[in-house]
T-cell receptor, first 114, second 110 residues
Framework: ETGVTQTPRHLVMGMTNKKSLKCEQHLGHNAMYWYKQSAKKPLELMFV???????ENNSVPSRFSPECPNSSHLFLHLHTLQPEDSALYLC?????????????FGSGTRLTVV | QKEVEQNSGPLSVPEGAIASLNCTYS??????FFWYRQYSGKSPELIMS????GDKEDGRFTAQLNKASQYVSLLIRDSQPSDSATYLCAVNSGNTPLVFGKGTRLSVIA
């Protein structure tokens, strides 16, 4: 595996379910990010981790819970979501927290909440 | 508030023409600038990065940066229908996440 891998690619869940999104980067990067992209809307930053420490939580509802056990893995735990949470969830990584060389994005998880 | 502005489009150009995409940013200390291409339903893909004033060419793509005027542009020469996508401008100002524009939708008409 190379680059940034996200699983699953597609997820349909009910509002009472609990699920997790997984992201793994094979680039030796030290910072990882979760973004939300709703239809026809710009990217919304959700969480930033640098060296496994959360450095930014962009006022995200508590029904989204991130976890970064090491610099290669990032999870987004989901529970009691709302239909408006349906979106493309993107994971990204950068060499370090300054993102001076930009991000590498994963292929995303298309989430549908029913 | 750091901002990155792009015209949302759609920008329509005929096949073979030059597509010109523009982006302005508010933070004067911005240091790194990126263009991402995003096909519908897919994730953004980095296509160009530029760090100093002037032009940077890569194949059919040229990025232009003018820090004094706080704008960065992307030119696509010999546009192809496969270039039809949304192009995101992103700016880095140091120890913060990238700031993204809302993207410009480009449509290349065959």
């Amino acid at each position: 595996e190379t680059g940034v891998t996200q699983t699953p690619r597609h997820l349909v869940m009910g509002m009472t379910n609990k699920k997790s999104l997984k992201c793994e980067q094979h680039l030796g990067h030290n910072a990882m990010y979760w973004y939300k992209q709703s239809a026809k809307k710009p990217l919304e930053l959700m969480f930033v981790y640098s060296l496994e420490e959360r450095v930014e939580n962009n006022s995200v509802p508590s029904r989204f819970s991130p976890e970064c056990p090491n610099s290669s893995h990032l999870f987004l735990h989901l529970h009691t979501l709302q239909p408006e949470d349906s979106a493309l969830y993107l994971c990204a990584s950068s060499q370090d927290g300054t993102a001076s060389y930009g991000y590498t994005f994963g292929s995303g998880t298309r989430l549908t909440v029913v | 508030q750091k901002e990155v502005e792009q015209n949302s489009g759609p920008l329509s150009v005929p096949e073979g023409a030059i597509a010109s995409l523009n982006c302005t940013y508010s933070d004067r200390v911005s240091q790194s600038f990126f263009w991402y291409r995003q096909y519908s339903g897919k994730s953004p893909e980095l296509i160009m990065s530029i760090y100093s004033n002037g032009d940077k060419e890569d194949g059919r793509f040229t990025a232009q940066l003018n820090k004094a005027s706080q704008y960065v542009s992307l030119l696509i020469r010999d546009s192809q229908p496969s270039d039809s996508a949304t192009y995101l401008c992103a700016v880095n100002s140091g120890n913060t996440p990238l700031v993204f524009g809302k993207g410009t939708r480009l449509s290349v008409i065959a």
